[in-house]
């Protein structure tokens, strides 16, 4: 069985800090990795996604993740946090053999002045 | 491109009142699905459809019936609502269901809640 697990609910940073989401996973085969976005009163957005082939991935905004196998781990970072990036970001999993998406809990990122 | 739509985007009812949430994509995804998200759970599965003329539970299909009327859209239906299903309910789409490599589209939700 595949699950995932985001350490933190809520992580706030100052504008400028870097941002560090972590995510880590669980799964018996080879799983392919998405990071989500969510702003207020809003749907989710496809942030980046680990689809087995480079382990560092960039996607939008100035995020990237990097996938390492040996921890089991799929952390989102930003270098420098904006005052935008202020939402909830959700990690998720599915096998390379499809099937479900299976979600974390979510990390709410608040972005202090 | 609307991508994928929800109606309606807010919705109060009664125990024991039903209701239809409407889902329509305009991207030809084969697959699309039903969502509930609830704080602290993230997202939770009620039903899928895999393809036009199929359906198939999710992690929480109690309480709720779809119907994938055409390859556009899906709808979620609760017969007698119950407080328990008050939640922010997404619709989302994907190319092909069994293909991992294809992300899913959201739509913006519909919040229900259920006096």
């Known amino acids: 069985a595949q699950s995932v697990t985001q350490l933190g609910s809520h992580v706030s940073v100052s504008e400028g800090a870097l941002v560090l989401l972590r995510c880590n996973y669980s799964s018996s085969v080879p799983p392919y990795l998405f990071w989500y976005v969510q702003y207020p009163n809003q749907g989710l957005q496809l942030l980046l996604k680990?689809?087995?082939?480079?382990?560092l991935v960039k996607g939008i905004n100035g995020f990237e993740a990097e996938f390492k196998k040996s921890e089991t781990s799929f952390h989102l970072t930003k270098p420098s946090a904006h005052m935008s990036d202020a939402a909830e970001y959700f990690c998720a999993v599915r096998s390379v053999k499809g099937g479900k998406l299976i979600f974390g809990q979510g990390t709410e990122l608040s972005v202090k002045p | 491109n609307a991508g994928v739509t929800q109606t309606p985007k807010f919705q109060v009812l009664k125990t024991g009142q039903s209701m239809t949430l409407q889902c329509a994509q305009d991207m030809n995804h084969n697959s699309m699905y039903w969502y509930r998200q609830d704080p602290g759970m993230g997202l939770r599965l009620i039903y899928y459809?895999?393809?036009?003329?199929?359906?198939d539970k999710g992690e929480v299909p109690n309480g709720y019936n779809v119907s994938r009327l055409n390859k556009r859209e899906f709808s979620l239906r609760l017969e007698s609502a119950a407080p328990s299903q008050t939640s922010v309910y997404f619709c989302?789409?994907?190319?092909?269901?069994?293909?991992?490599?294809?992300?899913?589209?959201f739509g913006p939700g519909t919040r229900l809640t259920v006096t």
């Open positions: 680990y689809t087995s082939a480079a382990t």
């Open positions: 989302a789409s994907s190319e092909a269901r069994e293909d991992p490599r294809y992300e899913q589209y």
């Open positions: 459809s895999a393809s036009e003329g199929t359906t």
